[in-house]
């Protein structure tokens, strides 16, 4: 007697298939192999490293019911984070033009060029870590800003990222990557400041995995507030400028 197919499986295999094994012109068996067969390929799926777009192309192209749904599902949960990411950049470019104005009471590029002549004169390695780190967040806040440049900024951001892991190596800082990221992204880079406080970086660069240890740390929900950290430790650790930052950026 041939085995019953449940309507899970059914739903589970394309509609030619299905719509066969109704008529009674495809066996059971046929039927069970393919939904298995559309169960593994959608339980090995990551969209670890996907644009929207790469998923609504596959979403598209794919003959597995299974696959397909769970396809939707990443798309929504994409749209979720880059709304959330949205937001959050909305708020990044705010700041960024206080920064550029008022950072430290000099403004941001005054403050950048002090650390570079600090740098430049002592050759200390926690002024040239911490001038990387300022740079850095100033690329990742100009590409919200300049979307005409955006790829050559998130690639000068990625730069000095790398360069920064081989710096990092030669002190006792703590650092590495995570992949549990809460937005469009495949990995944050995490770096903390001697003092313990914690910068985070979102990055989507398949290589930055070479370059930092995969690190077990929470995230410590200070939303937009990376340049505000290191310019209080800039004030803090190097005496430049003053410690005034905005009300609503403290």
Same mark, same amino acid.
């Given at each position: 007697m041939e085995e019953t197919i449940s309507n899970e499986i059914l739903a589970g295999v394309g509609k030619k298939l299905r719509n066969g094994y109704l008529a009674g012109e495809v066996p059971a068996e046929k039927v069970v192999g393919n939904y298995r067969k559309n169960l593994k390929e959608a339980s090995q799926f990551s969209m670890f490293g996907l644009s929207i777009f790469d998923l609504i192309r596959m979403e598209d192209e794919t003959h597995n019911p299974i696959l397909k749904a769970k396809l939707k599902e990443c798309i929504e949960l994409h749209k979720q984070k880059s709304r959330h990411s949205n937001s959050q950049n909305r708020l990044s470019l705010e700041k960024l033009e206080y920064f550029r104005k008022n950072a430290l009471g000099i403004g941001l590029r005054k403050v950048i060029s002090q650390m570079k002549h600090l740098v430049k004169n002592t050759g200390d390695l926690e002024a040239r870590v911490v001038l990387m780190l300022l740079e850095t967040e100033f690329a990742n806040l100009s590409a919200k800003k300049l979307q005409n440049l955006k790829?050559?900024?998130?690639?000068?951001?990625?730069?000095?990222?790398?360069?920064? &892991?081989?710096?990092?190596?030669?002190?006792?800082?703590?650092?590495?990557? &995570?992949?549990?990221?809460?937005?469009?992204?495949s990995y944050i880079v995490y770096i903390y400041l001697p003092d313990g406080t914690q910068l985070s970086w979102h990055c989507n660069e398949y290589q930055m995995m070479y370059y930092y240890p995969e690190i077990q740390c929470e995230w410590d929900g200070q939303v937009c507030m990376t340049m505000d950290k290191i310019l209080k430790y800039i004030c803090m650790r190097f005496n430049i400028g003053t410690l005034q930052l905005k009300k609503d950026a403290a």
């Amino acid at each position: 007697m041939e085995e019953t197919i449940s309507n899970e499986i059914l739903a589970g295999v394309g509609k030619k298939l299905r719509n066969g094994y109704l008529a009674g012109e495809v066996p059971a068996e046929k039927v069970v192999g393919n939904y298995r067969k559309n169960l593994k390929e959608a339980s090995q799926f990551s969209m670890f490293g996907l644009s929207i777009f790469d998923l609504i192309r596959m979403e598209d192209e794919t003959h597995n019911p299974i696959l397909k749904a769970k396809l939707k599902e990443c798309i929504e949960l994409h749209k979720q984070k880059s709304r959330h990411s949205n937001s959050q950049n909305r708020l990044s470019l705010e700041k960024l033009e206080y920064f550029r104005k008022n950072a430290l009471g000099i403004g941001l590029r005054k403050v950048i060029s002090q650390m570079k002549h600090l740098v430049k004169n002592t050759g200390d390695l926690e002024a040239r870590v911490v001038l990387m780190l300022l740079e850095t967040e100033f690329a990742n806040l100009s590409a919200k800003k300049l979307q005409n440049l955006k790829r050559v900024i998130y690639e000068r951001k990625t730069i000095l990222l790398e360069e920064l &892991s081989n710096l990092l190596d030669e002190t006792e800082w703590k650092h590495g990557i &995570s992949y549990n990221t809460g937005k469009n992204a495949s990995y944050i880079v995490y770096i903390y400041l001697p003092d313990g406080t914690q910068l985070s970086w979102h990055c989507n660069e398949y290589q930055m995995m070479y370059y930092y240890p995969e690190i077990q740390c929470e995230w410590d929900g200070q939303v937009c507030m990376t340049m505000d950290k290191i310019l209080k430790y800039i004030c803090m650790r190097f005496n430049i400028g003053t410690l005034q930052l905005k009300k609503d950026a403290a």
